[in-house]
């Protein structure tokens, strides 16, 4: 197969950067172009002839114009979602951050920033969407512990210790008991077909062992105007994904 042009080239990484600024996964760009993960793969790749045409639809959906895609010129038309994305805002408040389209060998305690999100209590994005949009390196000693990633949180429902669009740091939940404890957590009852996820952000109130087996979890918001979420699960049924370890900005 023939490498892409320069030129192509230049556009398709204009345009996985600017995916990347606004927190798209590559799933949730192609759901919005209405095209298969494979053919946004190809765009990105470089090795995607694009029209014209096509170069318009996809600015429209990046917020930015199709100047900025093919000559780089600066445009006015961009939102200020660009400024907004999870690493310009890590960035920002002075944190380091690695783009995704900088070379070179990432420091050791860089941990990923994802495009997943916690809304409303609910994580949004299923797994198989969820993308690394760069990374950041905290001020500690060491290497971080393995499986631990920033996401951010959107909604009122973990206020006001947690507020809405924070930046905060996940990692594995450590053993039992849960009680007390702010966790991500997944089970059918928690879906969402909006949100697109069984998943929740909340802290556990408490657990008990149900009589023939499964556990009878309460799950509570920070917010009190926030009602309590009870479900009674099966062995195996209700996931810990991850637990939070501190909120970032």
């Known amino acids: ?5 320069n030129l192509a080239y230049r556009v398709a990484r204009r345009i996985a950067a600017r995916r990347v600024e606004r927190g798209l996964s590559q799933e949730a760009f192609a759901v919005l172009l209405d095209i ?17 045409a096509t170069i318009e639809r996809i600015a429209s959906v990046l917020e930015v114009s199709p100047e900025a895609l093919v000559a780089g010129e600066e445009s006015t038309s961009v939102s200020s979602a660009a400024s907004q994305s999870p690493l310009r805002r890590l ?8 783009w995704p389209t900088v070379r070179g060998r990432r420091s050791p ?24 949009l760069g990374w950041v390196a905290l001020p500690r000693r060491g290497v971080p512990p393995e499986g631990q990633f920033v996401a951010e949180v959107l909604g009122a429902s973990m206020e006001p210790a ?7 740091l996940f990692g594995p939940a450590g053993p039992p008991p849960l009680v007390g ?10 879906a969402d077909a909006e949100l697109g996820g069984p998943y929740a952000l909340k802290r556990v109130r408490s657990v008990r ?4 087996g499964g556990v009878h979890v309460v799950l509570e918001s920070m917010n009190p105007a926030f009602e309590p979420i009870a479900i009674d699960a099966a062995e195996g049924e209700l996931r810990v994904v991850a637990e939070l370890m501190r909120v970032l900005g």
């Open 181 to 190: 404890r702010t966790l991500l957590v997944a089970h059918e009852a928690l």
């Open 91 to 98: 960035e920002e408040a002075g944190f380091d951050v690695r």
């Open 209 to 212: 062992r149900r009589r023939g």
């Open 1 to 5: 197969m023939a490498a892409p042009s």
């Open 109 to 132: 305690s860089a941990i990923p920033v994802t495009t997943l999100r916690a809304a409303a209590g609910r994580l949004t994005g299923a797994a198989s969407a969820i993308e690394v």
């Open 36 to 52: 298969a993960v494979k053919n946004v793969q190809r765009i990105e790749s470089g090795r995607q002839n694009l029209s014209l």
């Open 162 to 168: 947690i507020p809405s669009g924070a930046l905060c």
